[in-house]
């Protein structure tokens, strides 16, 4: 595709819920990046992909989140037994790897209530 | 682990206008790279301007421009004749070498432009 999408848009939930948030990257890139964007705040990092590994994941706050790339391109970020501070939006990134800019979709806007 | 830190959450300009607006980092590393993205409600972030560590001539791109004083660790974005258009959330952003494009973004200036 044209840009980075990211589905759904917006995304309401249950507390306790399990969700997914997808990202489409650009066609051809190989890196893929999910940030998490509180209220108020900047982006904070939270799992790098190098095609279909995670090649570092050291930002996921616990083991209720968890991403997976199968294939090196759609990349899909789950929340186990969703919280309210879990509400965010969730930003995903990507680029042709190596030091070169990072191109960011809309983001998916999840609220736990 | 690097830090950045942006210390005026909002700022305001009169269209035409040039405006300033601040970003300090902490590192101990000597190469990396730093960018401001811009923000608007679509939720997106754009990336405005880049500057590498190692080049000591500050990054233009048309009305934007920066002032990086590494010894400071000071990364200001200057922007001139502004427009009603800029107006958004910017972030200033730290990205170490070897690290993918993995960023460190401060908390970001809403800017507002007035008419």
């Known amino acids: 595709g044209a840009g980075v999408s990211q589905t759904p848009s917006n995304k309401v939930t249950e507390k306790g819920k399990y969700v997914e948030l997808r990202c489409d990257p650009i066609?051809?890139?190989?890196?893929l990046y999910w940030y998490r964007q509180s209220l108020g705040q900047g982006p904070e990092f939270l799992i790098y992909f190098q095609g279909t590994g995670a090649a570092d994941d050291s930002g996921l706050p616990n083991d209720r989140f968890f991403a997976v790339r199968p294939e090196g391109s759609v990349s899909t970020l789950k929340i186990q037994r969703t919280e309210r501070g879990d509400s965010a939006v969730y930003l995903c990134?990507?680029?042709?790897?190596?030091?070169?800019?990072?191109?960011f979709g809309q983001g998916t806007r999840l609220t736990v209530v | 682990a690097q830090t950045v830190t942006q210390s005026q959450p909002e700022m305001s300009v009169q269209e035409a206008e040039t405006v300033t607006l601040s970003c300090t980092y902490d590192?101990?590393?000597?190469?990396?790279?730093l960018f401001w993205y811009k923000q608007p409600p679509s939720r997106q972030m754009i990336l405005v301007i880049r500057q590498e560590a190692y080049k000591q001539q500050n990054a233009t791109e048309n009305r934007f421009s920066v002032n990086f004083q590494k010894a400071a660790k000071s990364f200001s974005l200057k922007i001139s004749d502004s427009q009603l258009g800029d107006a958004a959330m910017y972030f200033c952003a730290y990205r170490s070498p070897g690290a993918g494009n993995m960023l460190t973004f401060g908390g970001g200036t809403r800017l507002m432009v007035k008419p």
């Open positions: 990134a990507s680029s042709p790897g190596g030091a070169t800019e990072a191109f």
């Open positions: 066609s051809g890139h190989t890196a």
């Open positions: 590192t101990s590393e000597s190469d990396y790279y």
